[in-house]
């Protein structure tokens, strides 16, 4: 009878340890498929150096070559303005008329005084006055006429370059008070300041030729000279400047145009990836791609240089000839995600 009891005793246990190890077997099947999951498809492509032609490209606003402001260096009445705002003028052209009155009454004075100097010399040259007398009446005829000079520039306001009026301060009548009568701007050459990269400071020259572009004129390109290139180079921003000569005979390009500067320093090698391979980080400006480091994902931070149509340069520390880029499926990627290859 002892026996009899017993065996229900064993049965039982093992009935309740089947359960509890099918149940070990299935969580570990779990773990493994997650541990499966978490491999990512990707394509590498194995970075090489390319030639490509260097095209640096800025943004400027155009400035007039010229820009003067017409105003008599003495106070007066304005007597007669002859040009108003937009009209063209050519250099010596008459602007405006100040008060003559001064400059008549110079004028005239200087006329007696060169009438009397002319008698002193023919004394002189006879020998019949003091070379004491003949010096003083030539320095004060000369005095005199600097004096004369000075009063009729500042009284009859000519255009010291051919040019376009771009503002009118005043009315015939008012007294000249400070403020330029008129601004006059040369547009037939433009001229642009920009700053370049201290890089290329030994590649940029004067003399080199380059193109500008606007989005007033879509589709057309106006040629442009470096006239200058500036000596120094800013601490602060490391850059240099140059500037262009714009050569604008139609006139179709105007003071103040935004516009954007192509300029060409030559072929050489650099490493260039998919565009659509380079991640932004969100709300930044940072940009990254993945690297196939064996088996896993490394993610690095890049500098993007020029772009060439779905390509783009990519500048690295750890960017260099032979490393693996991961080109597609990036999409779900983080720094050490396990990948498989897939090419």
């Given at each position: 009878m002892i026996k009899i009891k017993y065996y229900p005793v064993i049965l039982a246990a093992a009935a309740m340890l089947l359960p509890s190890c099918g149940g070990s077997d299935k969580a570990a099947d779990s773990a493994t498929q997650t541990e499966e999951q978490k491999v990512e498809a990707?394509?590498?492509?194995?970075?090489?150096?390319?030639?490509?032609?260097?095209?640096l490209t800025f943004s400027n606003v155009l400035q007039p070559y010229e820009k003067v402001s017409v105003a008599p260096a003495l106070q007066g009445r304005i007597t007669n303005l002859y040009v108003?705002?937009?009209?063209?003028?050519?250099?010596?052209q008459m602007?405006?008329?100040m008060d003559e009155t001064?400059?008549?009454?110079?004028?005239?004075?200087?006329?007696?005084?060169?009438?009397?100097?002319?008698?002193?010399?023919?004394?002189?040259?006879?020998?019949?006055?003091?070379?004491?007398?003949?010096d003083q009446a030539k320095s004060g005829l000369e005095v005199l006429e600097t004096s004369l000079k000075n009063l009729e520039q500042n009284t009859y306001l000519r255009a010291p370059f051919a040019g376009v009026i771009s503002a009118r301060n005043y009315e015939p009548g008012?007294?000249?008070?400070?403020?330029?009568?008129?601004?006059?701007?040369?547009?037939?050459?433009?001229?642009?300041?920009?700053?370049?990269?201290e890089t290329y400071f030994p590649l940029v020259k004067q003399g080199m030729k380059l193109n500008i572009k606007t989005d007033t004129y879509s589709g057309e390109v106006f040629p442009a000279t470096i006239e200058v290139v500036y000596p120094t180079i800013d601490s602060k921003s490391h850059t240099f400047s140059i500037k262009l000569k714009v050569p604008n005979a139609n006139q179709k390009l105007r003071p103040g145009m935004y516009v954007s500067t192509t300029l060409e320093m030559g072929k050489e090698q650099t490493l260039v990836a998919p565009y659509n391979a380079v991640q932004k980080l969100q709300g930044s400006d940072e940009r990254y791609v993945f690297l196939a480091d064996g088996n896993k994902a490394k993610r690095v931070v890049v500098k993007l240089g020029q772009r060439f149509d779905d390509n783009v340069e990519i500048i690295a520390d750890e960017i260099h000839e032979g490393v693996s880029l991961i080109t597609q499926g990036v999409a779900k990627l983080h720094d050490g995600t396990p990948i498989q290859i897939k090419n």
């Open positions: 990707v394509s590498t492509q194995q970075l090489k150096k390319q030639e490509i032609m260097r095209v108003e705002v937009g009209d063209r003028v050519q250099k010596g602007l405006a008329k001064q400059y008549l009454s110079t004028k005239l004075n200087y006329e007696n005084t060169k009438t009397d100097f002319n008698r002193i010399k023919i004394l002189n040259d006879s020998n019949n006055i003091a070379k004491q007398t003949y008012e007294l000249f008070s400070g403020q330029a009568i008129y601004e006059l701007v040369q547009i037939n050459t433009l001229k642009a300041l920009v700053e370049v990269p």
